[in-house]
């Protein structure tokens, strides 16, 4: 049967509270045995017996003021010998009956001063030369002194059985300590070996995940919360390797693919300090892997002002795009266009900011752009100076869209009063020629 950990620390907790408990009842039982309100009512039992004697004597001769006296000793010494039997309350205490052990010794007083009493009171009521008083004495010491011996034998028994609770209190108290003292052992035991443990190896695995091995386990063993609280421990730690092992190929394939675009780029930190760059940017500037490191971005991209647009875009977040400029590459001076975007992931802080450099080279679009002018310069120069007319109509209403510039010799009408009004070269052909030209613009609709 396996305990869950509620239950095991609440059985740790419960059984040293029930041994104290039941500790508490026995020391409170032999407590109230060894009662020093009990051993003051023996000895004053004893110690009344005394009196008893003396008040006796004195009132034998002849001193009558002594009787009440006498009376009070009877009715207290009757009254502490109940007390001793049964129990009951003497100056404001209520007292248990006196242990077992001494219980045949009072027997031997309740005998000794049963037949005692009636002789005492009359000696304390009657005259001290009348019949019943003089029939009394004879025999009152030697009785008065079995009573005084058998009273000091009961405050004796009680004393000694006084002294053998307290003895017992103390064995128990210290079996209650060795108890307690185990308990507590075993308890640290228990406490290291099944909950400060797995907590210790829960917190290794974890520092190991923080450092960096996602392969880090708990060992699951039992069945309770903290075998349960390991179970989903290394569900997590398993999610998130799972996690990481994916960002990662996303990562690489991410490299891959910045390592594969024709365009440069490179990665700077909040001072403008390459930290890595891709290999179009370093065959663009001549760098290898590891001399462009550290570099600041100035050694290799020099221009006016440009230091100041990144660390503004650094600053303030806002990407710039666009930026064209001529820069010193290994191949010569050539124009570049820039992107710059500020980029750091939501965890770091703000001094990890860092910058993502995109350097397009413009040298061929800058070459085709050029051959594209020459080519339209040389088209331009080989409709101006043709003899004839060149021009473009469109097929849905022929309407011209373009006619060069020589039609103003052969027309008097210039190419903007022509476009402008689509049909006005129609209306200046002569009527009989008009249906041969018609005929010959649907022709070519058709194809």
Same mark, same amino acid.
């Given at each position: ?5 509620? #239950? ?20 409170? #039982? ?8 009990? &051993? ?36 207290? %010494?009757? @009254? ?16 248990p ?16 001063? $049963? *037949? ?45 059985h ?25 308890g ?5 070996? %099944? ?6 190896? &829960?917190?290794s ?15 699951v063993?039992g069945?309770?919360?903290?075998? $349960?609280?390991?179970? $989903? ?7 998130? *390797? ?50 462009g490191?550290?570099r ?23 990407a ?5 400029i ?14 710059a ?6 965890? *770091? ?10 350097v ?15 080519? *339209? ?8 100076? #043709?003899?004839a ?21 052969h ?18 052909? @002569? ?17």
């Amino acid at each position: 049967m396996r305990f869950s950990l509620t #239950s095991t620390v609440a059985l740790l907790l419960i059984v040293p509270s029930c041994g104290a408990f039941l500790s508490f009842v026995l020391f409170w #039982s032999f407590h109230a045995q060894s009662n020093p309100a009990s &051993i003051s009512v023996a000895d004053r039992q004893s110690m009344i017996a005394v009196q008893l004697g003396q008040w006796a004597d004195m009132v034998a001769l002849g001193q009558d003021e002594d009787r009440a006296g006498l009376r009070e000793r009877i009715a207290e %010494f009757d @009254h502490t010998l109940t007390v001793l039997e049964r129990g009951g309350d003497v100056d404001g205490d209520t007292l248990p009956p006196t242990p077992e052990g001494a219980q045949p010794l009072i027997a031997r007083v309740r005998e000794v001063w $049963t *037949e005692l009493k009636p002789r005492l009171q009359v000696i304390a009521d009657r005259p001290e030369n009348s019949l019943e008083a003089q029939r009394a004495y004879p025999g009152l010491r030697a009785a008065i002194g079995e009573l005084r011996t058998t009273s000091d034998l009961v405050a004796t028994a009680t004393q000694d059985h006084a002294v053998a609770a307290r003895a017992r209190i103390l064995d128990i108290l210290g079996i209650t300590a060795g108890l307690s003292l185990a308990l507590l052992l075993l308890g640290l035991w228990y406490a290291r070996r %099944f909950i400060v443990q797995p907590v210790m190896q &829960i917190g290794s695995a974890a520092r190991r995940i923080r450092d960096g091995d996602i392969t880090a386990r708990v060992e699951v063993a039992g069945g309770n919360e903290l075998s $349960t609280l390991a179970w $989903t421990f290394n569900a997590m730690a398993a999610r998130v *390797e799972g996690l990481l092992v994916a960002l990662d190929l996303r990562r690489k394939h991410a490299e891959t693919l910045g390592q594969s675009l024709p365009l440069g780029t490179a990665l700077l930190d909040k001072d403008l300090a390459i930290l890595r760059t891709n290999r179009a940017f370093q065959e663009m500037f001549g760098l290898d892997e590891h001399h462009g490191r550290d570099r600041p971005v100035d050694d290799v991209l020099s221009a006016a002002g440009l230091r100041d647009r990144l660390l503004a875009a650094m600053q303030s977040g806002v990407a710039v795009r666009g930026l064209e400029i001529d820069v010193q590459t290994s191949t010569g001076l050539h124009p570049v266009r820039l992107t710059a975007a500020p980029t750091r992931l939501a965890e *770091e802080e703000e001094e990890k900011a860092r910058l993502l450099l995109v350097v397009e080279d413009l040298t061929e679009e800058a070459r085709l752009r050029a051959d594209a002018m020459a080519a *339209e310069a040389r088209l331009t120069q080989l409709v101006t100076s #043709s003899p004839a007319t060149i021009f473009s109509a469109r097929a849905s209403d022929v309407g011209i869209t373009y006619v060069s510039d020589n039609i103003v010799q052969h027309t008097g009408y210039t190419p903007h009063e022509l476009i402008a009004n689509p049909l006005l070269w129609m209306e200046r052909i @002569h009527l009989d020629d008009k249906s041969q030209v018609f005929t010959g613009f649907l022709l070519l609709r058709e194809v």
